[in-house]
């Protein structure tokens, strides 16, 4: 988690002041409870409340950092600290309780914060590809595969198509929040032998968890392995957009542009510079999300009822996953709201092959006429191979080989050579991935 | 895919018989639909299933095989084979399709195939894990945090703890399932230039599958992605299981060891050798699945419509991670279900730290019976270490102790150390995982 | 590993026959090793070698198979079956060994019999590279930072480049193959306790390995760890030189193409299409052999002395990473050698800027002449960014922008348009690479 | 990189201070060499070096900083800063050059400092396990395959057995390190157009690199690859130690202990425990730095020239990998330093399975008396598996077995539980590893 591929937002989530505070929240409903159970004094859960429920400032946080250096325990020092504002009440704090009920509760309500933030993103982002789709639905552009020209598109089902697999994205991530939304309050190897039950149902209600069905001092990392693995599919589905851009982009396309600002300096070197960074910098970040599943998948074998090796993996991939990925949706989301469309350079490549993207259907038809599919290939593949090396265009060859025109006539070859044949679709495409056609 | 970790129900999918049979299959459901639409004539269709609808045996396999050495192209040779049995009307075949119609539909039956066995893979180990839990539902045994003597737990809910997250995994599953089940056939672009939705939507009822919303030739790589991170989940919680019994296997455990049958040669060096070489194998197998997660996240970001460097990544992962798991899941139904169960070592470990293991519960008692926290602390701690040290038993040192007595009296503190205190939950723990307590 | 992505005399390192064929030669040297200690006599030793050195044939391998199905262990088959050629005297081999001794010490045989053919592939692919490099030597072409035209460059300074590129990872592999080549006899749990190191030495050396320092009945897997890795690395390069090509070869592009037969077909559906899909699927299975590195390193952490987890791992990944690559790095060689080149394109995409290549050289010309570097920025983006908005050619604009006048003189811009200015020091650059300017 | 994984010096490299101060030099070193090339005038070199060579304080950065938000881009706002310290003739800064020359090279320079600490890292871990390794040479103890008792070996074998692979690993990043030690000042698109080589040779050699034979803009991104590919060996390496001393530490095994401090707390709610939660630690953060590598192997696939996507990578895991494999190292060498070992348990463990642990040679015993070792294996077997199933211990079970006693006799068989047999190679092993025995 660096600055520069920070956002405020996402950041907080991972301070020691919202930590503080959840971990409060946990404790302080866990007194409610163990109250309500008349395991410690109502008056003790009061307190808790009425003397400590005040913001994490800095101060207290540096506080307990030095709490931390002499007990060399975090969540002893944070409930040292507490007792100073909370009084002799404080011995029945985190009463049966282990540290990990604490750690692993509070990591699920940061994980569910960054979910939330995360399909925020999405649904901003959505709402960019939407619009952007149905301003250039019908803008016919070249359709490629392999990198090499194929058969017309338009430039909305690009977006529609990214549109499609964010909304399948969005899901995965619904899902993924809801595996991780889990609590854990049931000592030290998961047995509730020294608290009831009801306090982790409580506190579960109270944070809008639900209560994990067996713990083991820990919540079982399979959770937070689906959490990061789908926290890679859609950072690989980011590079996807991004390897679009960028390539529709380069000087020989350049059907669309990155918004480069009036003052914005491309290089230090040359002036007439005007690069696809932002997307380059989004697929750079998107390697960065994707190694980090791994690690997530190795955590998931922890030995016995536990082992701390998790711990340091998620110290450093909780922040750095979820701030990085949110960081390049925002990003990615502001590439597309803003960028540049070329209409004239997208009909000048759509056109550059002389009429070659017709091929499929003049095969079509040549078989409809009656040629056998071998026959017809041949005949197409023979001029189509002309104009590939520079020999003319595909209209006028096919207009003048005898076994074309022997069996479709001039008119109808003609005909064949029409955009709107491909692009007949496009409403019902759109119908699918969004609802409505317009 | 290796013979030796290749189960056959599981390889077939990925074999020719296979793939040319559902190619068969879509290409006459399309077909069908041509003829429906006024296309092709219905006796083109009809033509088809009653000459064409036979068993791919290994001649025909060949002799495909032989075409495609001369068209060097996979669906070409396969149209013309079956050419040769409908005769002159198998010119209507694959009209206005693109080989990826065939071949990303294909994948999504053959994933779906996969899919469904892995699902009755993980039945199957469900309902091993759910016997062994109930048989082993009070057998207390020492639950270890960091591979230290923590406090008691009981095999069964080891076992149970295994069936909630393989619950969670059959879950994720169904889902990748769901997400890969689609049918694309759309065209070289993805427009239905050339044919006509109706023709998708007909061939994916058939197969059981739905339309794909957008494709671009191709079905999206971001469902595939989805899958095989699920696999490696999946492979991860196979690990977890697969750990913890050779921990309890490991010779100074020893409570628990994969059967071994009266032939069995442990070691041809060793003649008393009995290794969990099971579970070593399963845990290596989980790399190995692992491992092809993040091929599977690099596939999503195919160039423009479609490149085609994905389709060497699944042509080894498709089979390899499914035919992978598909053993490996079995291996370990088969550990889990003869896994031999040793009470008395299980007890002798239990009882091997001196009572040490009810360190906290004294600790909460001293607590209660009016100690500050950090006092009560200190001096359980200091009868702990005496314990730790080899100085005698827990129970007798701290009757030993006059502060420790001053503060619950010696029947207290003998009352303390009981087992049932720690299991008194475990009914409560099966009813959420299995819905019953006994 | 599938045949379609295997070249034979790599598979055949894999195969059984090249297995027992390695076993026989460690078995039967370590005879000789024990004959001349004492330990057996030599009779025994010399039997092995006249009545066991016989070919392994598919009849051979197929009864070793046979006894292990009953023995349910590989080298006490191997060796059963070794007994019947052998006689009565085959009770001598094997002596103070443990199967290990006998596997891990072939798999270092099979390593670097791999290393061995990639060196050898890497050797063409680095006389393929040199060839086009000289042939291209002075092609000018774009040079492209971001996909964006940036200044001039030569073909044959990017063959070049990979040329270096390929030379770092051959010596890279060189070490690896060094890393990997040793041999263990050292007994069940390496302490030479049942055999004398000596037998471990004599092995060795007929091998051409080095004793392993220290072996814990296995070799440490940190070799094959850093074997592996090595291997992703060079795949990682292989998909660079791929990446570049299909860049090169996309529509717009079109500077370079993969050879295209006469007979060849690049789509089903289109007929004009040429695809660049060798390179692709060169990209695809980089992320195959790169996607192992992964499962190698986790195989590192055993547990004690040993455990059989990475056993699996390296029965697929030993094979599937090595024939891999060879296949790969075989095909890469024949798409280098047989690259068509287009001159014509690759001028046309020279000066599709109007220009604006020479902007640098401009800045520096009005620096020299006396302009801040910010006001010589400025003028030279301002006349850019109209070249760019598509308002004219730079050297015109140039010529008409009073402020670049006053400094520098009609006459002076000029020169500076000059190509012969970026490609004067390709000489030096080929002396570095390959020692040689021409 | 978090403060709490992180060690002050290696934290410093990555700082602006460091960074900025690279620069400097980079850009000092290139005017002396442009000055001598009579391109700039001797004085504005001179200028450089004595107003501008003062070191960058915190100060200095927020000031670049500032100007770095007007100009978006980093090295301008450098080069601004410098000329407010250098005056007019800060003109000729960076003349000719590129962002990347200064980026690139100071990452190497960063990239070689980093190495050098974890070298001297790797020296300090390397002394460790020798000392501890002479320490406990003699120290028998039990060997365990599969995590099953074999036969004996030494505590002092496994420090040496260490030794070796980090003896290993420190050759592989001295490679690392050369193969990452380059500096390339070569312009726009690497062909020296606006500058002379010589440049790039002067700066080379006063950073102490030698010049990048062919650049294109940045340093060809395998070198890197290889770098991070090469921490991910030995963050390998590392968990295998971590685990082995888990694996030892285990409250059954308990031959090993972290060392504990008086004060130290385990656990907030179990008094007793002692936990290996330093290496269970560097089990965690070894699994980060794996995470690395393979985004590391995804930024050598660059488009063309150059693009920006490794950026990003680097900014994160440049720092993250080597701060966290320096903070992991020093902690190993800590642990591995202060050690607790308890001879008591490890001859405890050594003599729990009744002398099991010499079945194989009592096995080979039997072979040399005539048995076949089929015979042999059985008669072994049948006593062993009694042992086992704590039916006596292996020596008496033997001295009344009829069919062992016939063949060796009743003292033979006595005198082959010897443990001195298994350890007297020992030596010779040090031998290898250290270059001496004591």
Redesign the interface.
Known sequence: M?P??SRPDMARIWEPENKFRIWFEIEAHACDAQAKLGVIPASAAKAVWEKGNKPYTAERVAHIDEIEKV???D??AFTTELAEHVGPEA?FI??????SDVLDTCLAVQLTQAADLLLSDIDGLLAALERRAFETRDVAC????????????TIG?KF??FH??FQ??RE?LA?ARK?IATCAIS????????ID?FVESHVAEKLGLT?E??S??II?R??H??FF??L??I???M??V???I??L?????REVEEYFSP???????????????LT??I??????V??????A?????????????????E???GP?ATV?LDFALARLTNVVANLVIYPDAILR?LN??GG?IF???V??AL?QAGM??EDA?KA??RN??Q??NGQGR?LDLLKSDDEVVSHLGSAAIEALFDLG??????G??FQ??FGRQE
Do not use: C
């Open positions: 660096i520069r591929y007990t060399k325990h969540v002893i011995r985190h009463q049966g309780m282990t540290s070249m359709g490629r595969s392999h990198g090499i020209h194929a058969e017309p598109v089902l529609a198509g499609a697999e399948r994205n995965r899902a595996d000592g030290a190897v998961g047995t509730f032998a020294n039950p209560p069905p067996l083991t001092q079982p399979d959770r392995a689906m693995a789908t890679g599919v950072a690989s589905s590079e996807r991004a390897t679009e960028r390539h982009q380069r000087t020989e396309v003052g914005q300096k491309g290089s230090s070197a040359m002036p007439h510079k005007r690069n696809p960074v380059e910098n697929t750079g970040l998107a390697r960065l994707r190694g980090m599943v791994t690690p998948l190795e955590n998931v074998a922890l030995w016995h009822e536990r082992d701390i090796s998790h711990s340091s993996v110290r450093m991939i750095d990085t490549n550059q092959l070659l091929s499929q259907r095969l079509l078989t056998s599919r290939y197409v593949q189509a191979m104009v590939w595909f044949y491909h692009t007949k679709h496009v019902t495409i699918r991935v």
